[in-house]
């Protein structure tokens, strides 16, 4: 036991309490410091040795400028003492005593201890008493021991800003249940040893406690965008889609943006949203059946099917350009095409995987991102089917207002860009595009007339973020994503 403890324990021992435990700091030899008086019957508390109850008491206190004149004395006396018999050249006496200098100045004057005489060379300061009392540092000596200063003299020291109210606690202590003269060490583990002598009888142990948080077991963590893909999976599965394979990054213009009916001169070819790959440059266009490969030039170039088309010459050269996709709709485009040569059937198709763009990055954008696809191909869809569709998705996401606006896309026609209705963050979010393929792009795959087909692309990262609470984009993907933001989010979101 530390020497304050045994002071503690001898004091409740003798006494039965402690009333006050200021008046027990102050009145033990030598004086106990009160805050280690509490820190003691704290750690006695818990082991159920005594037991306290607390009042407030509010009381003088010393600034820090104050504590510094306690031990050299006020800035006044410190002045004084600096003044030698001769006097001094103002100029001196203020580089000897720094910052200090002005305060003890102008109070020493005021107690009339100096006096200053003007020379030719400057200000003397000369002393005008012989010895002075320095009363303030006895002042503060005071309020230190917890005596108590006339009204008057704490006016002038508050003013000065060297005292100033406080309030503490102090405590009334008595014995506590376990209250003994000898703390005893609760036993933690029942060992070999206590068995074989039999001690473990009188041992005393530690209660269990089933407040303490375990530690957690170490585990793997999936990333809040692959829980969200499997939630956007689940949700097309159940709704009776078919995933598509989405395995090339690399794709060719030709399937990228051509076969869209997107013109080679769009600006979303050039090298501003897209990233061109240079081994190998070109995907040779004898791997698209010629037929087919024919029919997109002359739509491109004449038209057809009631289109006019762009009426200017089509190259081979950019349609074999490599890139990285910059949307699924590449997929898409693919899968549509296959379905018209095995002889086109109703079809409800979907995919998640990367694309890329050429784009700054920011908090909310990245040069790569998952992008969501979905294609209903069948007889007489319309735009009711496609909102419908949609509404029924975000429905299921728990996003359950939905507005959209007419927007343009080259292959769509209507188009319409997607917003939701974030309870989360009180306001509308711009979630995807869609629309209805046109027809130049459906009839030169061979897709038959009368055949409707709904589309639309939503991005992954923003319902994640929004999911999750994540603001910055980069938190969640890229090479400054957050491990703790993958850590510690819930396994499971509740409700999706
Ligand atoms: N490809 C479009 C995009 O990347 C999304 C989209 C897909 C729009 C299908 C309409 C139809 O923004």
Same mark, same amino acid.
């Given at each position: 036991?530390?020497?304050?403890?045994?002071?503690?324990?001898?004091?409740?021992?003798?006494?039965?309490?402690?009333?006050?435990?200021?008046?027990?700091?102050? =009145?033990?030899?030598?004086?106990?410091?009160?805050?280690?008086?509490?820190?003691?019957?704290?750690?006695?508390?818990?082991?159920?040795?005594?037991?306290?109850?607390?009042?407030?008491?509010?009381?003088?206190?010393?600034?820090?400028?104050?504590?510094?004149?306690?031990?050299?004395?006020?800035?006044?006396?410190?002045? *004084?003492?600096?003044?030698?018999?001769?006097?001094?050249?103002?100029?001196?006496?203020?580089?000897?005593?720094?910052?200090?200098?002005?305060?003890?100045?102008? &109070?020493?004057?005021?107690?009339?201890?100096?006096?200053?005489?003007?020379?030719?060379?400057?200000?003397?300061?000369?002393?005008?008493?012989?010895?002075? &009392?320095?009363?303030?540092?006895?002042?503060?000596?005071?309020?230190?021991?917890?005596?108590?200063?006339?009204?008057?003299?704490?006016?002038?020291?508050?003013?000065?800003?060297?005292?100033?109210?406080?309030?503490?606690?102090?405590?009334?202590?008595?014995?506590?249940?376990?209250?003994?003269?000898?703390?005893?060490?609760?036993?933690?583990?029942?060992?070999?040893?206590?068995?074989?002598?039999?001690?473990?009888?009188?041992?005393?142990?530690? $209660?269990?406690?089933?407040?303490?948080?375990?530690?957690?077991?170490?585990?793997?963590?999936?990333?809040?965008?692959?829980?969200?893909?499997?939630?956007?999976?689940?949700?097309?599965?159940?709704?009776?889609?078919?995933?598509?394979?989405?395995?090339?990054?690399?794709?060719?213009?030709?399937?990228?943006?051509?076969?869209?009916?997107?013109?080679?001169?769009?600006?979303?070819?050039?090298?501003?949203?897209?990233?061109?790959?240079?081994?190998?440059?070109?995907?040779?266009?004898?791997?698209?059946?010629?037929?087919?490969?024919?029919?997109?030039?002359?739509?491109?170039?004449?038209?057809?099917?009631?289109?006019?088309?762009?009426?200017?010459?089509?190259?081979?050269?950019?349609?074999?350009?490599?890139?990285?996709?910059?949307?699924?709709?590449?997929?898409?485009?693919?899968?549509?095409?296959?379905?018209?040569?095995?002889?086109?059937?109703?079809?409800? *198709?979907?995919?998640?995987?990367?694309?890329?763009?050429?784009?700054?990055?920011?908090?909310?954008?990245?040069?790569?991102?998952? &992008?969501?696809?979905?294609?209903?191909?069948?007889?007489?869809?319309?735009?009711?089917?496609?909102?419908?569709?949609?509404? &029924?998705?975000?429905?299921?996401?728990?996003?359950?207002?939905?507005?959209?606006? $007419?927007?343009?896309?080259?292959?769509?026609?209507?188009?319409?860009?997607?917003?939701?209705? =974030?309870?989360?963050?009180?306001?509308?979010?711009?979630?995807?595009?869609?629309?209805?393929?046109?027809?130049?792009?459906?009839?030169?795959?061979?897709?038959?007339?009368?055949?409707?087909?709904?589309?639309?692309?939503?991005?992954?990262?923003?319902?994640?973020?929004?999911?999750?609470?994540?603001?910055?984009?980069?938190?969640?993907?890229?090479?400054?994503?957050?491990?703790?933001?993958?850590?510690?989010?819930?396994?499971?979101?509740?409700?999706?």
């Amino acid at each position: 036991a530390t020497d304050v403890e045994s002071q503690v324990l001898e004091a409740l021992n003798a006494h039965g309490e402690i009333a006050d435990t200021e008046a027990f700091s102050r =009145s033990a030899s030598p004086a106990l410091d009160h805050q280690s008086v509490v820190g003691t019957l704290r750690s006695l508390e818990a082991a159920g040795m005594v037991s306290t109850e607390g009042t407030e008491r509010t009381r003088l206190g010393l600034s820090s400028e104050a504590q510094d004149y306690l031990s050299n004395g006020s800035p006044e006396s410190q002045l *004084y003492n600096s003044v030698p018999e001769g006097g001094i050249c103002m100029a001196d006496l203020k580089a000897q005593l720094g910052s200090i200098a002005d305060i003890g100045f102008r &109070q020493a004057m005021q107690q009339k201890w100096i006096v200053i005489e003007k020379t030719e060379t400057g200000q003397l300061v000369k002393r005008k008493v012989s010895e002075v &009392q320095d009363k303030v540092a006895q002042q503060l000596q005071d309020v230190a021991d917890g005596k108590t200063l006339a009204e008057a003299e704490v006016k002038d020291l508050r003013k000065r800003k060297l005292v100033m109210q406080t309030t503490h606690t102090v405590y009334h202590v008595t014995k506590g249940p376990n209250f003994s003269m000898q703390r005893r060490k609760a036993e933690t583990d029942l060992t070999q040893e206590m068995l074989q002598r039999g001690t473990w009888r009188e041992a005393e142990f530690k $209660p269990y406690n089933f407040n303490a948080l375990g530690v957690a077991p170490p585990s793997g963590h999936l990333h809040p965008l692959l829980k969200v893909r499997a939630a956007f999976r689940k949700i097309f599965t159940q709704m009776g889609f078919e995933e598509m394979p989405t395995n090339s990054f690399v794709e060719s213009s030709f399937w990228n943006f051509d076969a869209l009916f997107q013109p080679q001169q769009h600006p979303a070819r050039d090298a501003h949203d897209t990233f061109f790959v240079t081994h190998p440059a070109t995907t040779p266009l004898s791997t698209v059946p010629e037929d087919y490969r024919k029919r997109v030039q002359s739509i491109h170039e004449r038209g057809g099917f009631g289109s006019k088309g762009y009426g200017s010459p089509w190259r081979e050269g950019e349609a074999e350009k490599n890139l990285l996709r910059t949307h699924t709709t590449a997929v898409s485009s693919r899968m549509l095409y296959r379905l018209a040569q095995q002889g086109f059937k109703p079809a409800k *198709y979907f995919s998640i995987d990367r694309v890329f763009r050429n784009e700054a990055i920011d908090r909310t954008h990245l040069a790569e991102f998952f &992008q969501l696809e979905g294609v209903v191909c069948d007889y007489g869809l319309t735009l009711g089917h496609l909102i419908g569709v949609l509404s &029924q998705f975000f429905e299921r996401l728990g996003l359950s207002e939905l507005r959209f606006k $007419p927007a343009y896309n080259p292959y769509t026609e209507p188009s319409m860009e997607i917003f939701a209705y =974030s309870k989360e963050l009180k306001k509308w979010i711009e979630v995807g595009n869609s629309g209805m393929f046109r027809p130049e792009m459906l009839r030169p795959m061979g897709i038959p007339p009368g055949v409707n087909v709904i589309a639309w692309g939503l991005g992954l990262e923003r319902p994640t973020m929004i999911l999750y609470g994540i603001n910055n984009i980069r938190e969640l993907s890229g090479h400054k994503v957050s491990l703790n933001i993958v850590r510690q989010n819930p396994i499971c979101r509740l409700g999706l």
